[in-house]
């Protein structure tokens, strides 16, 4: 009886040792290849014209579901084909894709029966990613090492992140930092999802108070609802912000409706200020995707920012076109910050390869300075 124990067990261990290797083994591998060319005209006097042509290029493996576990692991290469453009070449207007070669995840997931993990150097998205995102729009995406924990049961979800250290677009501004994200929504609602969040970062390295000691809290819902042959769409939020020495708030209004497969929306994002002297900061944003993508307002002005916009998007034979208008104001003071109209153009052409425009004209009033951005792009995944 005790040599049949031990063969069951040593056939066990074989049986899971090859359930294991044919885990790995049975794999994917992948690619994600983009060129594209960006050109960036800053009317200050003090630099020529951006252009910058820049293949990403992003391949990675990851393993079969072993008992709910997988592994992936992605490295990443930029490499500038027109090099005309700062960090690159001094002298040029600023394009935030510099040459990087490095490992953009490396992780270990679990999920099974609503329970979720992930361990390693990862992307990390919450909600619309207006305070924690992987902004993707760069060539080199922001990734965390942390540590994920999520739940979810019914209607409600539950997510929470250790970071350790926050791996910027550009290399030379990674963070050593000491970050607790809990996030927790609640779709049981007809109208809508509701969700509050907390997002408490430190900075292990910077000594400037708004990113050594930077507390959010927020709460937000968000819904559709159809209305005989149209859907009114809707959002609000708002969130208080505290660092050692100042306090502000953010609020954000959008409203809208979808009719015929256009969607027409009418918004506004304040981010607000301490009397002047500090506006609210998004440090783990994806900022590109707000405020317009001139990236004018990648900080936050310290008289805050009021950013009231109007959006129109929608499909024309097979294009996703979206033509946005922003007009910018101090949320603390009388400051006009001027305004801006974005324009985008994107086709996918199959399940592999996708070409796409962008264009972003910014006109300064008071303060910062005319800015003129054009992207034309191609992707191919695989």
Not at 130 to 146: I, K, L, P, S
Not at 301 to 318: F, N, Q
């Amino acid at each position: 009886m005790k040599a049949q124990k031990t063969l069951l067990a040593i056939a066990l261990g074989l049986a899971a040792s090859q359930t294991f290797a044919d885990a790995i083994s049975d794999g994917k591998f992948y690619a994600d290849v983009t060129a594209r060319f960006e050109s960036a005209d800053q009317d200050n006097g003090a630099s020529k014209t951006a252009n910058a042509l820049i293949a990403d290029t992003a391949f990675g493996y990851e393993s079969k579901d072993f008992s709910g576990f997988k592994f992936l692991a992605e490295y990443e290469v930029v490499n500038a084909m027109i090099d005309n453009y700062a960090p690159e070449t001094a002298g040029f207007d600023t394009v935030a894709d510099p040459e990087v070669r490095e490992w953009n995840r490396a992780q270990i997931s679990y999920a099974n029966d609503g329970y979720t993990a992930v361990l390693g150097r990862q992307r990390i998205i919450l909600d619309n990613a207006r305070f924690v995102g992987n902004v993707g729009w760069r060539a080199n995406e922001q990734t965390f090492d942390a540590a994920t924990v999520g739940y979810t049961i019914g209607d409600v979800a539950v997510k929470y992140s250790y970071i350790d250290q926050v791996n910027s677009i550009l290399p030379k501004f990674d963070a050593d930092v000491t970050d607790h994200l809990l996030n927790i929504s609640y779709s049981g609602i007809k109208a809508g999802k509701l969700t509050a969040y907390a997002y408490l970062i430190e900075d292990d390295d910077d000594t400037v108070s708004a990113a050594k000691n930077n507390d959010t809290y927020g709460v937000s819902f968000s819904g559709k609802t159809a209305i005989d042959d149209m859907s009114v769409i809707y959002t609000a939020e708002i969130a208080t912000q505290s660092t050692d020495d100042f306090d502000a708030l953010y609020y954000a209004l959008e409203g809208g409706v979808i009719v015929s497969g256009v969607t027409l929306a009418l918004g506004n994002e304040t981010l607000g200020s301490d009397s002047g002297d500090y506006g609210f900061q998004t440090l783990l944003a994806t900022k590109h995707a707000f405020n317009g993508w001139a990236d004018t307002f990648l900080v936050t002005p310290t008289s805050g920012l009021s950013d009231t916009y109007l959006k129109v998007a929608g499909m024309a034979a097979g294009v996703k076109l979206v033509g946005v208008y922003h007009d910018f104001k101090a949320d603390e003071g009388s400051n006009d910050y001027g305004s801006e109209i974005d324009l985008l153009a994107v086709k996918k052409l199959n399940d592999k390869f996708t070409v796409g425009a962008k264009y972003a004209t910014y006109s300064a009033e008071d303060t910062y300075v005319d800015t003129d951005k054009f992207w034309l792009w191609a992707q191919a995944k695989f």
